[in-house]
Every structure is written in C-alpha cells, then in structure tokens.
C-alpha cells in the first residue's frame, strides 16, 4: 500500500484524499425489493492490488458497476481517480474495465477493436500502434489479431478484453475473474501484468473467486457479504486473525467470514 503517514492531513489509516484511487461513502443499491450493495465504506490507495472477494450474489458486480459509472448508485456517494463516480465524462479516461463478458465486437477482428477502443479514449494514433502491438506480443495474440472476433475461443476473447482494459494505460483498473478461460500460460501473464500494473502506480480492483491469485497478488482485501464490506486488512492480517493464524488460507478466511454463524457470533457479543 501507498501509505503517507507522516502527514498530517491523512484523513484515516489510508493516504490522503490524493493518494486515494476509490473511495466510497454508503454506498447503496436496491434492485426493486433487493438490497444488493448495503452503505458500503471504501478507501483504497493509489498503486494497491485490492483483492474484492464474496460469494455469488454478494454485490461485487453491481459495485463494480457503480464504480465505473455504468449503474447509478441508490444512494450514497464515491469517487474514483479523482472522480464522482456518477460523472462517467470524467471517470471514462481514468478508467478500464474487464467485465465478465468483455465488451467487444464479434464481427470486428482484435486490432479493430483495440484501434476503436484507443480512439474512444483519445489515444493518438502512433501510442495506439505501439500499445496494440506490445500487448498483443504480451498475451500472444499477435498471430490471430487479423482474425473477426466471432471465431475466436473464449480464452482469446478475454485476452482482446483485457488489452482493451489496461491499453490506454489508466489510473485505475477493474478486473472481473481476468483469468477465466485462460490457459496456464496466459493466467500467469495476466498475474505479471496486474503486478507491472501496480508497480506502475496503477491501482488494480480485482474481483475473482479464485483465491490463490488473490492470496498470491493483492495487497488489500475486501470480503463482500450480503451487500455489505464484513472483512478487510492485508491477506496475512486476515489470516493472523484466525485461530490457525499464518497456517490457515485466505480460503479459512473466506468461509470464516461469509456466513451467517459469523453474525450470530457478532450480534451475541453484543448483547
Ligand atoms: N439487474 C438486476 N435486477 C435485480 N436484481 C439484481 C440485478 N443485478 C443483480 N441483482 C441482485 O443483486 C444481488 C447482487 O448481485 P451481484 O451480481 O452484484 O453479485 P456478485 O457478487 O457479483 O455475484 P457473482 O459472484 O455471482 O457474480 C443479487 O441478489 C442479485 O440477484
């Protein structure tokens, strides 16, 4: 974590408001009758891997959503880059974004798409070149970049989706299950990239149900439970908490943490 605690105008145990790549004040989303996202209070730092864990259902699509601006939240406020998260002018730029389904098109080929993509984003035209060519070498996709889309694999189709969300270089990244449908070889360049990633001041909020990358990359993590933040530290933190300590997994953590025993617990220590 990019930490300043030395000065003075830190506004928690998190960097200042300029050190901060997100953060979210109650955040709140009902869907009709369903709380999804239930006042949820995020700070994260420039430059950190944060890990943004939960079960099926537990609102991290429908965060990351609000987060770059494609839902309006029902009410509460965040900012990320810089920016209101309900201003998607502002935050677009500062912004990629690896949803589930990458958002490409079938009947372009991949170097249609990422030449369009850097024209949205108002890349010019040489940087556009140099990025497509850099990062389809780096997922090795090079040799199919000509291809239309539609007769790609699953696996290519997330490469093409991932070059598309890191080429314009912005500040902060969302990554849903990035390595979904990835062979060995290529989940292990996607876990290089999100540390160059990082090591490059770039904030990285990956959201994945594969802990062990998790375990492996973030600095940070988050555990999403019924719409609300139940857990958050460095991985080994989270594991010091546990009775098995350091021995135990940030699965242990995992199925400590996300289920209703754990509120029981809580809500008989308050009485
Ligand atoms: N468009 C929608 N309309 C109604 N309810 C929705 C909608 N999208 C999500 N939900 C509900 O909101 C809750 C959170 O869903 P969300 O997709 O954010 O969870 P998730 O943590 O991303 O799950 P998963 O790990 O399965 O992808 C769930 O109860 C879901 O049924």
Redo the contacts with the bound molecule.
């Keep these: 974590m990019t930490r300043n605690q030395s000065n003075p105008a830190a506004v928690n145990d998190h960097g200042t408001d300029d050190q901060l790549a997100i953060s979210t004040d109650d955040l709140r989303k009902e869907?009709?009758g369903?709380i999804?996202?239930d006042g949820l209070d995020l700070t994260v730092d420039r430059g950190t891997i944060y890990g943004f864990l939960?079960?099926?259902?537990?609102?991290?699509?429908?965060?990351i959503r609000m987060l770059t601006a494609l839902l309006p939240p029902s009410s509460g406020t965040g900012r990320v880059a810089g920016a209101p998260i309900t201003d998607r002018e502002a935050l677009i730029d500062h912004i990629g974004y690896l949803p589930?389904s990458p958002p490409i098109h079938d009947e372009f080929t991949a170097r249609e798409q990422l030449e369009y993509h850097g024209g949205l984003r108002e890349m010019k035209p040489t940087e556009i070149e140099s990025r497509i060519e850099t990062l389809l070498d780096r997922f090795e996709l090079a040799e199919d970049a000509d291809d239309r889309i539609v007769t790609y694999s699953k696996g290519m189709r997330q490469k093409t989706g991932l070059i598309q969300a890191i080429m314009h270089q912005p500040d902060v990244v969302f990554l849903d299950e990035p390595t979904s449908g990835l062979d060995p070889r290529a989940a292990r360049t996607v876990r290089e990239t999100i540390t160059d990633l990082a090591a490059n001041d770039t904030t990285v909020f990956l959201?994945t149900?594969i802990l062990p990358v998790v375990e492996e990359l973030a600095t940070e993590v988050g555990i999403?439970y019924d719409?609300q933040l139940v857990t958050e530290g460095a991985p080994t933190e989270l594991k010091e908490r546990l009775e098995a300590g350091e021995e135990s997994s940030l699965e242990d953590v995992f199925l400590e943490v996300t289920t209703d025993e754990q509120y029981a617990a809580e809500d008989s220590e308050d009485e």
Excluded: I
């Design positions: 869907y009709g369903t999804a996202v939960g079960p099926n259902g537990a609102g991290k699509s429908t965060t589930e959201s149900h999403l719409g």
